[in-house]
């Protein structure tokens, strides 16, 4: 049984965030799913989570600019502070300490206070400028702005 289960309580109503919100719930899952030490896993785990959660901030960053979130400076600076925290724990673990609960409570009280609280405030503004875009585009808005953000050169 996972150890946090992915309820409605969770859920932005934004898909694409949902579903990159619940792919960290995966990972946390995954951790307490772990038997003993076993370093490969969370060295792969710690390296997937820290490319992943990096490439969510830059892609929810974008949909708050396009959507002229107003909070948006202090919203990156939360982001900013997470990934200082991972950091400080991926330094722990290349010098040998076992940081898998660590790492665990982390993910765990910091997704999902950031969820219902800071995530929660941009929601309704990003929806909307999805709306509007969806109308504008045909129902080609995701596409677009994944290409936006995915965009080479």
Known sequence: MPHIEWTEELELGIP????????????????????GDDRATVQRIVDDL??????????????????????????KE??????????????RFVAGE???SDLAALLETWLIHHIQNDDTSYAPL????????????????????????????
């Open 98 to 100: 076992n940081i898998a």
């Open 50 to 75: 820290i490319d992943y959660t990096f490439s969510h901030f830059a892609f929810e960053e974008t949909l708050m600019e396009e959507a002229g979130y107003e909070a948006l400076a202090i919203h």
């Open 126 to 153: 990003v929806r909307e400028q999805m709306q509007r875009l969806r109308a504008q585009q045909n129902g080609n808005w995701l596409s677009d702005t994944v290409s936006r953000f995915f965009r080479r050169g």
């Open 16 to 35: 694409v965030v949902d579903g990159q919100h619940h792919r960290i719930v995966d990972y946390i899952n995954e951790i307490y799913a772990l038997e």
């Open 78 to 91: 939360t982001h900013l502070a997470f990934r200082k925290r991972v950091d400080q724990l991926k330094t």
